[in-house]
């Protein structure tokens, strides 16, 4: 098994709420994630290294869009991993 914990800080605790109320009900049974004040910690357990990064790249889109919807970043994810796919 293997396990990954995320872990975001928001500018405040309204804000962080307002992300975990966006993703938590993409990630019932996939994803565990609480909420901590300005923060939230994510954990991830899969029983291999392909199911982990669908996983976590499935949780970082749902990350992203529910900043965009609340206007906290704008324009186009950096392409961190150069490859032909928008991140």
């Known amino acids: 098994m293997i396990?990954?914990?995320?872990?975001?800080?928001?500018?405040?605790?309204?804000?962080?709420?307002?992300?975990?109320?966006?993703?938590?009900?993409d990630n019932e049974g996939y994803v565990s994630?609480?909420?901590?004040?300005d923060q939230l910690l994510m954990r991830i357990s899969a029983d291999n290294a392909g199911?982990?990064?669908?996983?976590?790249?499935d949780l970082m889109a749902?990350?992203?869009?529910a900043e965009e919807a609340s206007g906290l970043v704008s324009g186009p994810a950096p392409d961190l991993d150069r490859d032909p796919f928008p991140e």
């Open 3 to 25: 396990s990954l914990e995320i872990r975001i800080r928001y500018d405040d605790e309204r804000t962080a709420k307002a992300i975990f109320d966006s993703i938590s009900p």
């Open 62 to 65: 749902c990350i992203k869009a």
């Open 51 to 57: 199911t982990m990064r669908n996983t976590a790249d």
């Open 33 to 37: 994630t609480e909420l901590l004040g």
